[in-house]
């Protein structure tokens, strides 16, 4: 069965600061492996997926994330947080001929001014 | 840009009512989804469809039932509503296979 674990319900970071939200997933093939961001009240909105090919993945509004098989970890980081990026993070992961997702439970971000 | 929307954004019912969440898509997508959001639970799938009429349950199917007669629309039927279905339900939907999912603004759903 697949699986996501998102480690960290709640990160604070300062506005200027760089982030790192963790993702460890399972899954018993070639993972496709996303990044969604979800504002209040909002429904969730893609960053980045990763397919196959390059392992560094870059996403919208200066975000990436490195796929790492060896430990099945799909970390998204920013060099520089802005106030805006304030939201919940959510790390998915599916594959194959398998169209559905499974989500991890998300990590909250809050960003100090 | 694909657009998913949903009927209402926030929606109270009281217990014991039939309720109907409408979503439709624009994007000639194959999939359609519907979650339900709960604060330190993220999100669980309720129903998913791959075609018209047809239909899979997912991790949560319980007390829900779902409608897909025409390609575009995915409704998310509460037969009977009770007060552990008020929740954030989100719409998404996909091309083929496990594709990127597209995800509408939500409805709040509060059962009284």
């Known amino acids: 069965a697949q699986s996501v674990t998102q480690p960290d319900i709640h990160i604070t970071v300062s506005e200027g600061a760089s982030l790192e939200l963790r993702c460890n997933y399972s899954?018993?093939?070639?993972?496709?492996l996303f990044w969604y961001v979800q504002s209040p009240g909002q429904g969730l909105q893609l960053l980045l997926k990763?397919?196959?090919?390059?392992?560094l993945v870059q996403g919208i509004k200066g975000f990436e994330a490195e796929f790492k098989r060896s430990q099945s970890s799909f970390n998204l980081r920013k060099p520089s947080v802005h106030w805006s990026d304030a939201a919940e993070y959510f790390c998915?992961?599916?594959?194959?001929?398998?169209?559905?997702?499974?989500f991890g439970k998300g990590t909250l971000l809050t960003v100090n001014p | 840009d694909v657009k998913v929307t949903q009927s209402s954004r926030y929606l109270v019912k009281r217990t014991g009512e039939k309720v109907f969440l409408e979503c439709v898509q624009d994007?000639?997508?194959?999939?359609m989804f519907w979650y339900r959001q709960d604060p330190g639970l993220g999100l669980r799938l309720i129903y998913f469809?791959?075609?018209?009429?047809?239909?899979e349950k997912g991790d949560i199917p319980e007390g829900y039932s779902v409608s897909r007669e025409k390609k575009e629309r995915f409704s998310l039927i509460l037969e009977s509503a009770s007060t552990n279905q008020t929740s954030m339900y989100l719409c998404?939907?996909?091309?083929?296979?496990?594709?990127?999912?597209?995800f509408g603004p939500g409805t709040r759903l509060t059962v009284l």
């Open positions: 998404a939907s996909s091309p083929p296979a496990a594709d990127t999912q597209y």
């Open positions: 899954y018993g093939a070639t993972p496709y």
């Open positions: 990763y397919f196959s090919g390059d392992t």
């Open positions: 998915a992961v599916g594959g194959g001929s398998n169209y559905k997702l499974t």
């Open positions: 994007m000639d997508h194959e999939n």
């Open positions: 469809s791959y075609d018209v009429k047809m239909k």
